[in-house]
C-alpha cells in the first residue's frame, strides 16, 4: 500500500541552497532520508533542478515561487498522489515550471481550488485533477500565461477551469468532465486558448463567457 508522507512547508524565500561553480540542474527524487516529501525537495531545489517523486501517497500543499522546477511523477500517475485538505494541492507563481504525471487531489470545500496558478509559464501535464473548491484549475492574473496540456480535470464540486485578470492560458487536449457547475468559466478580461478538449457531463454549462471574458474556442467537443 502507499505510503502517508507528511507535509513539509515550502518557504517563499529568497535564501535557497547556493549551488557551486560549473555544478548543472540535478534531480532531487522523493521520498529519500535527505528529502523525505516534495515540499523538502523544493525547498533544497534551486532554478533548473527537476523533483522526481516516487508512488506513494503525499499529504501536503506544494508551492513553486521562487525557483524555476519541474516536479514529474514516476510511472502510473495513479499511483503519485498529492492531497491536501482545504487548501490548493498546488500554488504556483513562478516565472516558469512543469507539473507532470502526478494525481492532485484537493478536499475541503473550504478552498477556490484545486491548483491555483496566478503568475509565470506553468506547463501543466498529464495530470488527474480533482476537488472540492470552487474551481479544479484556476488560472488569474496578467502575464499568467500556463500550458495546461492533456489533463483530466474532473468531478469537481464547483467549475473545472476558471480563467480571469488577464491570464492567458494555453488549454489544449484536457478532459474536463463531471464538475457540478460549468466546465470552463471565462471571465473579467481572462483570455484563453482552449482547442481540442473534451468538455462534458457538466451540471451547467459547457463553456461560460460572461464579465469581459474573452478567447478562442477551436475545435473543442462539448456536451
Not at 39 to 59: I, K, M, N, P, W
Not at 69 to 97: K, Y
Request: charged share 20%.
Amino acid at each position: 500500500a502507499a505510503a502517508s508522507r507528511d507535509a513539509h512547508p515550502y518557504p517563499d524565500s529568497p535564501s535557497r541552497p547556493a549551488r557551486r561553480k560549473g555544478q548543472g540542474p540535478v534531480t532531487l527524487r522523493v521520498p529519500t532520508d535527505e528529502h523525505p516529501t516534495i515540499g523538502a525537495a523544493l525547498a533544497a531545489a534551486v532554478s533548473g533542478d527537476t523533483v522526481s517523486v516516487a508512488a506513494g501517497t503525499y499529504q501536503e500543499s506544494m508551492t513553486i515561487a521562487a525557483v524555476d522546477v519541474d516536479v514529474v511523477g514516476e510511472g502510473d500517475r495513479a499511483g503519485v498522489v498529492v492531497e491536501a485538505h482545504g487548501r490548493p494541492v498546488l500554488s504556483f507563481r513562478a516565472a516558469r515550471g512543469s507539473v507532470r504525471n502526478l494525481t492532485l487531489r484537493q478536499s475541503g470545500a473550504v478552498c477556490e481550488c484545486a491548483v491555483e496558478i496566478t503568475g509565470g509559464e506553468l506547463t501543466l501535464e498529464g495530470c488527474d485533477i480533482s476537488g472540492k473548491g470552487d474551481a479544479g484549475v484556476l488560472v488569474r492574473g496578467a502575464g499568467t500565461r500556463p500550458t495546461i496540456l492533456r489533463n483530466l480535470i474532473r468531478d469537481g464540486a464547483g467549475v473545472g477551469v476558471l480563467v480571469s485578470h488577464w491570464a492567458a492560458p494555453v488549454l489544449d487536449d484536457n478532459d474536463i468532465s463531471g464538475h457540478q457547475l460549468d466546465g470552463v468559466v471565462i471571465t473579467e478580461g481572462g483570455n484563453p486558448s482552449v482547442r481540442r478538449n473534451r468538455i462534458h457531463s457538466c451540471k451547467t454549462a459547457g463553456v461560460v463567457v460572461k464579465g469581459g471574458g474573452e478567447g478562442l474556442l477551436e475545435d473543442n467537443d462539448i456536451y
